[in-house]
């Protein structure tokens, strides 16, 4: 007796074919799709700054973050189902890598049931694969996240960064970086392990290729003293070397941590930065991790030959931290105001009193404050928030 042919063993036979590993994004899909017995399935990714989701043809129009039902999906990485123009349903499935948002998958149907939702999720969770894998060396899906041309500064340090949001069961870190085209000086880090959640801001001076190199030098020397297993100290003073030796004349404020993600023990050093700011039980507290700052990465030789200062301090479950470059505190409201300390962290209590995802609440956070200066920010303004959130045993 024969066994018939399910979809799902299509579907297997497909991604077990080395020969179909090399297909463009769209083919893949339309295959995949074929094979899961879906009338059709669309890619769609965010742009760099998160306000718009393009596909990756040309068919279909792009479509708003902010106004579409598809961005209610990427805003809040649920299911979205509405009725088709072309007949049928559409349901809009968000593409996540881990924790990273990358865009949505619109996967139409006669009909929607409980299996066809499924293989709608296996495809969309398939497509986020494809495209983390790929993005990296395809420019098409570079080309389809911009909206217009990047200067020579920020290809380089964009170039550098991490994913805008790395998390486990333990902690989420999240980020973004304005003005996203032009950004000089400013960048953000993060990394984890299997105990630790590593995570960095750096602000170089000035806003050129200069900048853009000091910055990338010291993410380079921090990243190779934190893989061989340097301690904090000297994670930071290998960066000093590098400046010192490679770019004299350059410098960089930085904060870098270290999270303990089963006791959540932070550890950091603030290399003259503004100090980052805590939130806790929906509230700031003040100064909770203001410390002494230390010279700028790449002038301790200079003003303090001591070794760098690490301060320490106990999270509790649900903690909040916030970096953040002067560019943010000091950008302007609408209504012509500095934004300031109690600004920025009453945002972003509001929104976590709301439930909103971490990385959500700093996509509309960013998008404030260029908005309210019509896309002129007077500096650099990059977040990085994390937030620490043990698992119950």
Not at 36 to 47: E, I, T
Not at 73 to 83: D, F, G, I, K, P
Not at 160 to 165: E, G, M
Not at 279 to 296: C, H, K, N, T, V
Request: aromatic fraction near 4%.
């Amino acid at each position: 007796m024969t066994v018939p042919e399910t979809a799902d063993s299509v579907l297997g036979e497909f991604l077990a074919d080395p020969r179909n590993a090399a297909l463009d994004l769209t083919t893949a899909v339309a295959r995949c799709a074929k094979a899961l017995r879906l009338q059709s399935a669309v890619v769609y990714q965010a742009d760099l700054q998160q306000r718009l989701l393009a596909p990756l043809n040309d068919v279909v129009p792009t479509l708003p973050i902010d106004d579409s039902l598809a961005g209610w999906a990427y805003r809040t990485q649920s299911l979205r189902v509405e009725e088709s123009e072309l007949g049928g349903m559409t349901a809009w499935l968000p593409m996540v890598d881990g924790v990273e948002r990358l865009g949505v998958l619109a996967v139409h149907a006669p009909a929607l049931d409980p299996l066809s939702l499924r293989r709608g999720r296996t495809l969309a969770h398939l497509c986020a694969m494809m495209v983390t894998s790929k993005r990296a060396y395809k420019d098409t899906y570079v080309r389809r996240a911009r909206t217009e041309p990047m200067r020579l500064p920020a290809e380089m340090l964009r170039a550098y960064l991490p994913p805008r949001t790395i998390g486990t069961t333990h902690a989420v870190s999240t980020a973004v970086m304005e003005p996203a085209y032009e950004i000089g000086g400013d960048a953000f880090d993060h990394a984890l392990t299997d105990t630790t959640l590593h995570a960095g801001i750096l602000d170089s001076m000035g806003h050129n290729l200069a900048s853009g190199l000091t910055t990338v030098v010291s993410l380079a020397a921090c990243r190779n003293a934190r893989r061989t297993g340097a301690d904090l100290s000297e994670l930071v003073g290998s960066a000093d070397e590098a400046l010192a030796e490679w770019l004299p004349d350059q410098f960089c404020t930085a904060i870098v941590c270290q999270l303990d993600l089963a006791t959540g023990g932070l550890r950091w050093v603030n290399c003259g930065h503004p100090p980052p700011l805590l939130i806790r039980d929906q509230r700031l507290l003040a100064g909770a991790m203001e410390r002494d700052a230390d010279p700028p990465l790449g002038l301790p030789a200079t003003f303090a030959p001591t070794p760098r200062r690490v301060h320490e301090m106990k999270l509790e479950p649900g903690d909040r931290v916030l970096m953040y470059t002067d560019g943010v505190t000091e950008a302007r409201t609408r209504h012509g105001e500095e934004l300031g300390l109690d600004r920025f962290a009453d945002y972003v209590i509001r929104a976590t009193a709301t439930g909103e995802l971490p990385p959500e609440t700093l996509r509309r956070l960013i998008h404030s404050i260029v908005d309210a200066q019509d896309n002129r920010l007077r500096d650099d303004a990059t977040i990085v928030m994390f937030e620490w959130r043990p698992v119950d045993r």
